[in-house]
């Protein structure tokens, strides 16, 4: 399988647990994105890699969030203290380099259950 | 503030019918504009995108409306199949990086056979 792998698929966590979870983008991509999708709504962008370099982070993004791309290749999205409303579906993307507008592919996402 | 709108939030079409989802944005700065198809318990997955040179494009069943005076999109989806049913996202991106698209709140499509 050649595209976006996220993992785990699912996690449930306690209040107060801290969470991490894993991205692994399209080999050759250098761009990698992390949004976060409630149910009912559309994805919301919080941060962006490009190679090691996180370049942007959405205010979204609260202190409890990091996110690292430690060699350029695979990231992970840690939340320390988990709060209830951090439930969500956590998506990764990634897209190549260079032309703008870019095709970024999504991987299937990480759904956290914060109880 | 939310910059994308979309309507309409869920739509039932006919097998063989057209279904059409709107989107209006505010910021003038955006020049891409994609459809995503999201099923459930999938990642979104890129349909069909615009810029705004062109009032029209077309791929096989999918067609993107495009006006830039009212800033309004649209997506149409000719002779609708059940596999259609899914949920569809327009967003949008300006700076031309593509890495920080701003969603709508997505329409739920379901085509009865």
């Known amino acids: 399988d050649t595209g976006v792998s996220q993992n785990p698929r699912h996690k449930i966590t306690k209040r107060g647990q801290n969470v991490t979870f894993r991205c692994d983008p399209i080999s050759e991509h250098n761009r990698l994105y992390w949004y976060r999708q409630t149910l009912g709504q559309g994805p919301e962008f919080l941060t962006y890699f490009q190679n090691e370099a996180q370049l942007e982070k959405s205010r979204l993004l609260s202190d409890r969030f990091s996110a690292e791309r430690p060699k350029g290749s695979f990231s992970t999205l840690e939340i320390q203290r988990t709060e209830q409303g951090d439930s969500a579906m956590y998506l990764c993307?990634?897209?190549?380099?260079?032309?703008?507008?870019?095709?970024?592919?999504f991987g299937q996402g990480t759904r956290l259950t914060v109880v | 503030q939310q910059q994308v709108k979309q309507s309409p939030q869920s739509l039932i079409v006919q097998k063989g019918g057209i279904s059409i989802i709107n989107c209006a944005y505010e910021?003038?700065?955006?020049?891409?504009f994609p459809w995503y198809q999201q099923f459930p318990g999938k990642g979104p997955a890129l349909l069909i995108a615009?810029?705004?040179?062109?009032s029209e494009k077309k791929e096989g069943r999918f067609t993107i409306s495009f006006n830039k005076s009212a800033k309004q999109f649209s997506l149409h989806i000719m002779d609708s199949q059940p596999g259609d049913s899914a949920t569809y996202f327009c967003a949008a991106d300006s700076g031309g990086s593509n890495y920080k698209l701003t969603f709508g709140k997505g329409t739920l499509l379901t085509v009865n056979p």
């Open positions: 993307a990634s897209s190549l380099p260079g032309a703008a507008n870019t095709e970024a592919f």
């Open positions: 910021n003038t700065a955006f020049d891409y």
């Open positions: 615009i810029r705004p040179d062109v």
